[in-house]
């Protein structure tokens, strides 16, 4: 795989070990975490419609809606996710849990956002508001889901599964599984948002903390991370968003996502020139 004329991945020390390779870049990383991690930088990105909710309550039912539909273009995603939100309310909610599910199912009837059909989103949404119902915050049914489980991992597992009851949800990508081992980027971003707390991520969870966070991997961030040497998977799947977040927190134990937001802006912010962040990355790299 080439990066840039005649320079390939593993140009320079290809025996160096990831967690080395990427502490030489923190000087860089951290220059450009001052530069870019800030809100003027955000959209086009799901994550603004996030951001205009002050109650965690609301705030986590649009981020698991924005984050279940974080695929495809960027522009797209918040198009759809803001069809979504304008037929609840100011207060998603409130809307979820005083609405019955065949109400909520059919405002959906005419939804479609690449391969999410309206009968899809209307199961999410009938299943957010039995959770609501039943345990109040998404976040308590989460902890729930996680009191018997040995891990994080197994509990989102049980935690999705259980969503998919609800929502009579028959395919499973909508709402993705650590179990079926895919990267589970969606769902790992839904955590992201929800936990991390600074400029970007709003938080309002205290049930995990930053360093138990994954990487919400997807192509164009396994790209960046292999050109890197931060990763040697071949597909951007489950085992890889596990072995890159363990690089991250190998260098930073308490916040492994720290770079995550300014790291994907290289795929979306034309201000940004990724060819050139890459060349600077391998250069720090050959010190």
Known sequence: MTVSDGLTIGSFGPNVPPPARLRSLL?????????????????PDPLELVLAYNRVDDREIVAFIAS???????AQIVKSASSILATLGSSPA????????????????????RFTSGEEMGGLL??????LREHGEIEIYLEKCM?????????????????????????TFLI??????????????????????DDVDPGGWTLLSPADLIIPLDVHMFRLCSALGLTARKSPDLKAALEVTEVFRSVLPSDPLKYD????????????????????????QKK
């Open 27 to 43: 000087p860089l990383l951290e220059e450009n975490y001052i530069k870019w991690n800030r809100r003027e930088w955000i959209s």
């Open 68 to 74: 279940s539909l974080a695929y495809g273009r960027a």
């Open 94 to 113: 409130a809307f979820l849990r005083q609405s019955p599910a065949g109400y909520l199912r059919s405002l959906c009837s005419s939804f479609r956002h």
């Open 126 to 131: 009938a299943a957010l508001g039995d959770i």
């Open 147 to 171: 009191a018997g489980s040995s891990d994080l991992l197994q509990g989102l597992s049980v935690f999705t599964e259980g969503l998919r009851r609800k929502a009579c949800m028959k395919g």
């Open 176 to 197: 993705p599984s650590p179990a079926g081992g895919s990267a589970c980027k969606r769902l790992f971003l839904f955590l992201k948002w929800m936990v991390r707390h």
């Open 261 to 284: 937001f300014v790291l994907t802006r290289f795929g979306i912010r034309r201000e940004m020139n990724e060819q050139a962040f890459i060349l600077k990355c391998l250069e720090e």
